[in-house]
C-alpha cells in the first residue's frame, strides 16, 4: 500500500501559519499594553514625587511663580495620565479582539489535526484489511498446492 498523505496538508499548514501569525501580533500587542502600564505607572509615581517635593517646599515658602509652575506641571501630567488610561484602554479592547482571533486560528488548526488523525486511522484500518487478505490469499493458495 502507499505512503499515507493527508488530503488537506496545505491547509492545514496554511492554518499554522495564520495561527503562528495571529499568536505573534497578540503577543506584540501584549509588550505594548505592558509598556502603556508602565508609562502609566511612571507618570503617576513621578506626579507623585512632584507633589511630595512641592509640599516639602511650601512648608518653606514658594513664590507665586513657583505654585503656578507646579499647578501647570500637575494639570499637564494629569492630562498625560488620562490621556495613558485611554490609551490602555483601546490597546486592552485589541488585545481582546486579536486574543479572539488566536482561539479561532487554534480551533481551525485543531480541527484539521483531527480531520488528519481520523484519515490516518482509515488509512491504517485499510492497510491492516489489505494485509490480512494478503496473508489470508498467501495461505489459500499453499492449502490449494
Known amino acids: 500500500m502507499k505512503k499515507f498523505m493527508f488530503t488537506l496538508d496545505k491547509v492545514l499548514d496554511y492554518n499554522k501559519m ?27 509615581l513621578t ?7 512641592f509640599k516639602e517646599s511650601m512648608s518653606i515658602g514658594v513664590t507665586v511663580y513657583e505654585l503656578r509652575q507646579f ?6 501630567m494629569e492630562e498625560q495620565i ?9 490597546k486592552r479592547i485589541e488585545v ?5 482571533r488566536v482561539i479561532t486560528a487554534d480551533q481551525d488548526v485543531k480541527k484539521m489535526e483531527k480531520l488528519k488523525e481520523t484519515q490516518l486511522e482509515e488509512y491504517m484500518k485499510a492497510d491492516q484489511k ?10 489459500s493458495r499453499k492449502l490449494v498446492k
Do not use: D, G, H, P
Not at 488620562?82 to 483601546?90: A, D, F, G, V, Y
Not at 489489505?130 to 495461505?139: A, C, H, K, P, R
Open 18 to 44: 495564520v495561527y503562528e501569525r495571529e499568536r505573534n501580533e497578540l503577543s506584540k500587542l501584549r509588550a505594548e499594553l505592558r509598556e502603556l502600564e508602565e508609562q502609566l505607572n511612571t507618570l503617576e
Open 47 to 53: 506626579l507623585e514625587e512632584k507633589s511630595r517635593t
Open 71 to 76: 499647578q501647570y506641571l500637575k494639570e499637564n
Open 82 to 90: 488620562k490621556e495613558t488610561k485611554r490609551l490602555i484602554t483601546l
Open 96 to 100: 481582546e479582539s486579536q486574543l479572539r
Open 130 to 139: 489489505e494485509t490480512q487478505e494478503f496473508i489470508l490469499e498467501s495461505v
